[in-house]
């Protein structure tokens, strides 16, 4: 077993650095994935105000050509 020739076994604060160096890991990946689904949604938002406002300055534009 590979913690048996690293001498895990033998180093209890070796297995618990390394549990904390994993807990550490999986809070930096949550983290990561939280960041990556708020930035999808601030594009998305980004192209929505965008949409509308190439639709107010059509009617803007439609508005001044009639009058």
Request: net charge positive.
């Amino acid at each position: 077993m590979w913690w048996k020739k690293k001498g895990f076994l033998k180093d209890p604060e070796g297995i618990a650095r390394q549990m904390e160096i994993s807990r550490l890991h999986l809070f930096l990946l949550d983290r990561l994935n939280l960041a990556e689904h708020a930035k999808r949604d601030l594009e998305v938002e980004l192209t929505l105000l965008a949409v509308l406002a190439n639709r107010v300055i059509a009617e803007v534009k439609t508005k001044a050509y009639i009058a």
